[in-house]
């Protein structure tokens, strides 16, 4: 990219998009934000300029755009497994209608790159459940059977954009995120994801209390931090890869072994308790990540325990404990 180029990240109010934007900026491009509302844990600093805007109106998703070069499409619904199992309509709807605007705007308005952030939801349920276990390939998506409407979304989504490319000439960039983590996050709601969420609840829990895992904690994930996850973007975007290309690490570690890294971190001792009515997802989700270290010359930087020790020190911050 070229430090004079205009940039777009929509859903810049979140977790990823107010990462990417310093990211971005600090290496000298212009980066204009978009969402429903400010970020929470940076400042307006963080960007040459900042819209509220609703992109679920096209009208709107035309105003971002305008003097636009390169579009970085992050605006989604999203968050933890209870949140998109308990709004899985609102979530097709809405996440759906803000893709297509975006596709359709950033034709109209001569965008000459779109990335995409996709999820490694779209990947099929038997790949990831017992007996049959392995890191996720790109080429694993199909043929195609997402645990849930938000991957099946995910899914829709790349082949929309792959369609709006061949047809209409739009260049796209697809990643598919592997569980992003890292500080300034929400901690206290249903959109907090498990390194953040599980945090809270050691430090709430204190020396010698209980804490409330879903499932029996054997279920296994790959974490990525947000630091690694940007400069993937970053590396992918710059590239002449159109395929979709996974960014996760192969830092795959147990719930409950995540919990006994988070109280190591704090250094106290809790009790478990598992909670086997609760919604548990996939056995276990793995990433292989070997077309984006051959492809992009890029891999993980950030261990799983130092962002970990990042989060703790953040949620210590946001209890005042």
């Given at each position: 990219m070229k430090r004079s180029e205009k940039i777009l990240i929509t859903g810049a109010g979140g977790f990823i998009g107010h990462h990417l934007a310093r990211y971005l900026k600090m290496r000298g491009y212009f980066v204009r934000g978009v969402d429903i509302e400010y970020p929470q844990f940076s400042t307006l600093d963080?960007?040459?300029?900042f819209k509220l805007l609703d992109i679920r109106s096209f009208r709107n998703c035309m105003e971002a755009m305008q003097d636009i070069d390169k579009v970085y499409a992050l605006a989604a619904l999203n968050g933890s497994i209870e949140y998109t199992t308990k709004e899985k309509a609102v979530l097709v709807r809405d996440n759906t209608t803000i893709n297509l605007n975006t596709a359709e705007a950033a034709v109209r308005s001569h965008v000459k790159r779109l990335f995409y952030s996709s999820s490694a939801c779209v990947y099929p349920v038997w790949k990831q459940m017992e007996g049959n276990i392995q890191p996720l390939r790109e080429e694993d998506s199909y043929p195609?059977?997402?645990?849930?409407?938000y991957g099946w979304e995910k899914l829709y989504s790349e082949r929309m954009y792959k369609s709006y490319e061949t047809d209409f000439g739009l260049d796209v960039r697809i990643a598919?995120?592997?569980?992003?983590?890292?500080?300034e996050s929400l901690i206290d709601t249903l959109k907090s994801k498990a390194p953040m969420a599980l945090?809270?609840?050691?430090?709430?829990?204190?020396n010698g209390g209980t804490v409330q895992i879903w499932g029996d904690g054997q279920q296994v994930r790959s974490f990525c931090h947000v630091d690694d996850c940007c400069e993937g973007i970053y590396l992918l975007m710059k590239s002449n890869?159109?395929?979709?290309?996974?960014?996760?690490?192969?830092?795959?570690?147990?719930?409950?072994?995540?919990?006994?890294?988070?109280?190591?971190?704090?250094?106290?001792?809790i009790k478990k308790e598992y909670q086997m009515d609760?919604?548990?997802g996939?056995?276990?989700r793995l990433c292989d990540f070997t077309k984006a270290e051959k492809l992009l010359r890029w891999t993980r930087k950030v261990?799983?325990?130092k962002g970990l020790k990042e989060i703790n020190i953040f949620v210590h911050k946001q209890l005042g404990k």
């Open positions: 963080d960007f040459s300029q195609a059977l997402p645990d849930s409407e598919r995120f592997f569980n992003i983590y890292g500080p945090t809270k609840k050691v430090i709430e829990a204190g890869i159109n395929e979709p290309v996974n960014l996760g690490t192969s830092d795959h570690v147990s719930i409950n072994e995540l919990v006994d890294m988070i109280t190591k971190i704090e250094g106290i001792k609760k919604i548990q996939v056995r276990a261990t799983l325990e």
